[in-house]
């Protein structure tokens, strides 16, 4: 099955600058490729993902790139704002509707120091 | 994104009572539903997939006879955690695939932060 590295467990920027959050994983079928914000006692929430025939995507101050041949996917946050402090996921799956769901790294709690 | 619903946000029960926690999908059907266990500072394990209609298939370890799942609409999943016990303890989180912004986009409840006295 899946199996999916995430690093680094902790990662304490400054506000303003940027951060970075990297994956891998070892099924080379999988195509689909989300991240997850997760704030104290809520659940996880979906910020970007991305499918294997896209290298790189962004969406304001979020970006994920992607590279296959590599099997690793990184987040990153630039201009990094207090309200970013949470706990981050992320995942990777064959897509397709398929019942497994997703298989998800281990999280990384990202601080965002004033 | 799609909106997911989860119920109660936070139950405190006594050891050996049931508890049973409602999983709704605000907007879209989900056929598919799943079920995760979250212990603190860590990542989100896997419990069962719920089928609507049919039975839910669990993962190795879980028992299907502590944890009963039941899918009878498009928009409702529930779980019940029988004779809950202190290690029961723990934040349960459901999600839902919402098929009309693709097969692979699953979003998440709020969870349920569950503690078994």
């Known amino acids: 099955g899946e199996n999916v590295e995430q690093h680094p467990s902790t990662l304490s920027v400054q506000e303003g600058d940027s951060a970075v959050i990297k994956c891998t994983y070892s099924?080379?079928?999988?195509?689909?490729f989300p991240w997850y914000k997760q704030e104290l006692g809520k659940g996880p929430q979906l910020i970007i993902d991305?499918?294997?025939?896209?290298g790189e995507k962004k969406d304001q101050r979020i970006a994920v790139t992607l590279n296959k041949t590599a099997k690793h996917f990184s987040l990153h946050i630039t201009e990094t704002q207090p309200e970013d402090s949470a706990v981050y996921f992320c995942?990777?799956?064959?897509?397709?509707?398929?019942?497994?769901?997703?298989?998800f790294g281990k999280g990384t709690h990202l601080i965002i120091q004033p | 994104g799609a909106v997911v619903s989860q119920h109660p946000s936070r139950v405190i029960c006594k050891s050996g009572t049931s508890v049973k926690i409602e999983c709704r999908s605000l907007?879209?059907?989900?056929?598919?539903m799943f079920w995760y266990r979250q212990f603190p500072k860590q990542s989100l394990m896997l419990m069962a997939t719920?089928?609507?209609?049919?039975?839910?298939?669990?993962e190795q370890g879980v028992e299907k006879d502590k944890f009963l799942i039941n899918h009878a609409s498009l928009t409702l999943s529930t779980l019940t955690v029988t004779s809950a016990h202190p290690e029961d303890s723990s934040f349960y989180i459901c999600?839902?695939?919402?098929?009309?912004?693709?097969?692979?986009?699953?979003?998440f409840g709020s969870g349920t932060q569950l503690s078994v006295l």
């Open positions: 999600s839902a695939r919402d098929l009309g912004q693709g097969n692979e986009k699953l979003f």
């Open positions: 099924d080379s079928a999988s195509n689909y």
């Open positions: 991305i499918r294997s025939n896209v």
């Open positions: 995942a990777a799956s064959e897509g397709g509707g398929g019942a497994d769901g997703l298989t």
């Open positions: 907007d879209f059907q989900a056929t598919t």
């Open positions: 719920s089928n609507e209609g049919s039975k839910a298939t669990y």
